[in-house]
């Protein structure tokens, strides 16, 4: 029998229909991994089955017992688990707080401290964690976060686990851990479905992929006698071209100087050069001072010193703003946070980043409008231009503050994980018009925790550990790259220039 | 600056530390202004505001606004007083039906709140329109309310040396206990700050927001209506007019002592100790004997904007460290 059955799901918002008839099935002790590009419905059905959405009609049965999960709480009582993309614990909660909200112990008198922080520590203890219980949620790493997360689904005994793309925010290292984890549970026979992007980590971890596209569910593959190409080309629907690889060469004069470039506790000094049409790649740990650099290049973050030579004249830099004026952006991490405004359209979202340059304060609808069309052709968004940006998916998000960045027509823009939460199709096109900027001499410091990313946009990677830098390589193989995050010296004829080992 | 992270963590720090200062410059200026008869009088002054505050300290915990607390308390106090005067109710059962009233108002707006997903302020700001002009439709001339029970509960004292306790003070003290209770020690309390803290989480944790926000409005209310009863007791009348503006009052006092209007964070202790500053503002003013009762709201005004304004400081300064 088994563990979770979906048939002839169909769920319909204004205007799309998101989920279309999807039959679909999880055996116990098995990893499912669904797979497709954003607005296929992964996530949709990921929200029907965690209680977040309730279907327009078909049929969800949990050990073959039929259920209808109104909201969390009740899909918790179906035992159906969920793990979330985003950490979902309470900040100023202790971890023991977050672990055993609305399950308490309690004596006469309330709640039972002791109790509840043993307990706590026990649930930490059977997932192999071992932490301070008392702490505050906001003061231990996102990673851990999650797996605390995932401790506490787990602790509710479900039947079956639904993760929807829990490893978005995760370190390579607390993937691999994430992983053992998931493999143990399914050993104990825990049904689990994993929502993901990374193709890499779906093949890590699945027993069977099932692929949607446009609401319907196009196949269901054995992880063994398929291969990632195979599961891309369900994806997207047609057969795949070899992607375009194009980097761009070093040579060229350094537009973009800048020298000892720090922040009290934060970075240490890093001195950084960026040719015109260069694709300068930027790499490191969580923690290592990515985000940090980045944020203190455009002058983000208060008490950044450096010297910054803007095609051979010294400027002077203290906010994102006076950076945009030499043509420096950049397009943050934290998208929802630092980068949009949800409550405006994607029109108005894309002509602010215009607005800079416009000659009047007053910029024509029509004008607006299509520059807003231009954008979204050219990055393949879905949607349309009066739509309000909080109603995207992540990865169109991602999309509109390209749009944005590019309407403005920068010299240099700084990426900040910008295929995060993004799809593949969205990805090589994303790709492919960052390397068609760079070849008109937009130059572009490219930051991604994908190595094979970096290694195929950038011939030149800087590599930064706990924040100062920690060297420069060229032509360098992803493995290169994770020797020296980890901690090993560059060695001379490794950043010497034009060393030929290309991909591993 | 370990000074400063320390006050940034633990947010009713500063409003001791404040407390203390203005203790000892008024004790440094004034004779015998730092007594425990002082202090019984103003809790028992104080004890309106302080059980409104506490309603309010809780919504603020929730995430949520409470704008009707001062309706609600005016029209409370004038159907204690109508049904006492006017139908012979004994004080005791016309307090339990106005809170039981207050209540079930809070909740109904509450439930509108969640159910229409509208802003609270917006939701509640009607619902003060409302219990406002409820008051003065049923009573548009002050009522005096004189019965014995009420003159002998608003006379009551439990002498323990200088200091004494009137019905008035005794019961916010309890309400502050149950309410430091509640948030510390139940479930109740910790549903409150997870659904004020961080929602989406406290849904996926099966906790129920909705069901969560209805009870803090029905509890603010709860409050507000217990505070006009209170009224009527510490003034023997009840006014549609009056507690104007108190539930802005309330709110400033639970901010004093160290609650987020963002949610999540707040205690019943500090929103007491808020409060308490407030009234001891009125004391030292009235002990300057010179000053007029307007000087009172500009030290209040003045005594607010300084607090957040050092907190804000305070937590700029814990962090860049």
Redesign the interface.
Known sequence: MNALELARITKSFPGVRALDGVDFEVRAGEIHALVGQNGAGKSTLAKVLTGLERPDSGELRVGGRVVEPRDPRDALACGLGAVHQEVDLVPEFSLAENLLLGREPRRWWGIERRELEARARAALAEFGLDLDVRRPAKSVPLGVQQLVCIARAIAERPHVLVYDEPTASLEEREVERLFAEMRRLAASGLAQVFVAHSLEQVFAIADRITVLRDGRRVGTFEAAATTPHAIVEAMLGGALGAAPVRRVATDAAAWLDVRALRRAGALEPVDLTVARGEVLGLVGLVGSGRTELARALVGANDGVHGEWRVDGRAVRIGSPREAAAFGLVLSPEDRKVDGLCLGLTVRENIALGAQRRARFALQSRRAEAELAERWIRALGIAARPEQRVGTLSGGNQQKVILARLFAAEPRLVVLDEPTRGVDVGAKSQLEARIAECAERGLSVLFISSELDEVVRRARRVLVLRERRLAGELVDATTSDLRRMMAGAEASPDETARGRGAHGE | MKVARFLAERPLALTLVVFGLFAAFAGARYDGILSWRVLANLIEDDAELGLAALGATFVLIGGGLDLSIGAVCACSGVLVATLVTGHGVEPALAFGCVTAVGAAFGAFQGWVIERAALPPFLVTLAGLFLARSAALALAPESIAVDHPTLAALGDARLELGDFSFGVLGGAWLLATLGGA?LL????FG??V??VG??P?????????PARVRIALYALSAGCAALAGAAHVVYGGSASAIAANGMELDAIAAAVIGGTALSG??GSAFGTALGVLLFGFIQTVILFEGTLGAGWTRIAVGALFLGFVAARRLIERWAR?T
């Open positions: 209770w510390a020690l139940s479930r910790r549903a700050r997870a803290g961080n989406r989480a406290a849904a996926n944790f099966g906790l129920r999540g964070v860049a």
